[in-house]
């Protein structure tokens, strides 16, 4: 007896996913603390990301906020954002600048 081979294509598997942490400036910006965010392609050079993320929040001031800000990915600091690759999984975060006196 044969097994039939179904001739349905399988589903591809889901885009990769990067968790966005916001705080500060970044937060009251978008309205959110977090945010999963699917990568359109891997690997995405973190200095892609700002342009992505200010694309899902238009009509607000974001793009200004990530002109100001920093990143780090996976808790660490992050000096230069065109040698860090994303491939998902990553939780990446927003460093705005703060002020202190």
Known sequence: ???PI???PSASPPPPTITVLYFA???TAT???T???ALPSTPLPLAELGALLAARHPHTNFSAV???SGWAV???MVD???AVVLKGGEEVAVICPVSGG
Do not use: H, N, Y
């Open 1 to 3: 007896m044969t097994t």
């Open 66 to 68: 990530l002109a100001q």
């Open 25 to 27: 400036g970044a937060s």
């Open 35 to 37: 945010e999963a965010v």
């Open 80 to 82: 230069d954002p065109r």
């Open 31 to 33: 309205g959110l603390t």
């Open 6 to 8: 179904s001739s349905t």
């Open 74 to 76: 996976d808790e660490e």
